[in-house]
């Protein structure tokens, strides 16, 4: 079995993720630092068409009237991201990306109650949460597997917040986050590291035609049978002769 390492640095997975979060704090520093500024307002309003960015912004903003809003989403950003950097480091960066915009864009567009406005991290939370899941099933990988099951069973109450339980809560934003991320790992199933290959599969790949093993053990045990089968007549060969002589003799008697 041929092994290799696909995965990115450790460095990366740690830098990355600590810049975003510093990102979201100071945002929420300066909606304290302005009161005169409504920051909620550069979220994303549903159906509004005119402004979209919300779509852009809507991950940075949270409610500057509850610290457990940004607290709650910064934990499982920083876990997620250096997950997703870390074993998908070739396409983190589209998959963040795609989950980013797609998560504010399905809340524009699906999203009812024009009245309000959805701002937090959630929704790509749940957008890295799905594809890491998803894509840890779906991959013969062990190590990706294992992080499948992480994502289970630290985040797997996150499921719940897919259905409209609480009237504060963009369960919108969850649900399309969660399906964008369902739906990205089955785009990206070839990009990423892939399961090692065995010796076989490589020679295979290559037009390399495997050698018939069967057909050569079942050459040697015809060989080997037919072998003890002439040993065998050889030995009872002389003593069919006696017998014949002994028959003659006693014939001519």
């Avoid at 369960?171 to 790992?185: D, F, I, N, P, S």
Wanted: proline content about 5%.
């Amino acid at each position: 079995m041929i092994r290799q390492n696909q995965f990115g640095s450790s460095l990366e997975a740690i830098v990355y993720p600590a810049l975003l979060l510093v990102v979201m704090w100071l945002v929420f520093w300066a909606d304290h630092l302005f009161p005169g500024i409504d920051f909620y307002k550069f979220g994303v309003k549903p159906q509004d068409f005119k402004d979209f960015k919300g779509v852009f912004l809507m991950p940075l903003i949270h409610s500057k009237r509850e610290i457990g809003h940004i607290v709650n989403n910064s934990f499982p950003t920083a876990v997620l991201l250096a997950a997703l950097i870390f074993y998908y480091r070739d396409i983190a960066f589209r998959v963040f990306s795609i989950s980013w915009i797609g998560t504010g864009l399905g809340v524009l567009v699906f999203a009812s109650d024009a009245n309000s406005y959805h701002i937090g991290m959630s929704g790509v939370v749940y957008a890295l949460a799905g594809f890491l899941f998803t894509s840890g099933v779906i991959r013969r990988h062990r190590s990706l597997q294992g992080i499948s099951l992480f994502v289970a069973f630290v985040y797997g109450s996150m499921i719940w917040g897919v259905f409209p339980t609480d009237a504060h809560v963009s369960w919108e934003g969850h649900l399309a986050g969660m399906v964008m991320g369902v739906t990205l790992a089955f785009i990206y199933r070839k990009f990423g590291p892939q399961p090692p290959k065995y010796m076989y599969e490589i020679e295979r790949d290559l037009g390399i035609e495997p050698p018939d093993l069967e057909g050569e053990w079942n050459e040697k045990v015809r060989i080997e049978t037919e072998r003890l089968a002439e040993l065998k007549r050889q030995k009872e060969e002389p003593r069919v002769i006696y017998d014949y002589i002994e028959k003659v003799k006693n014939d001519t008697k």
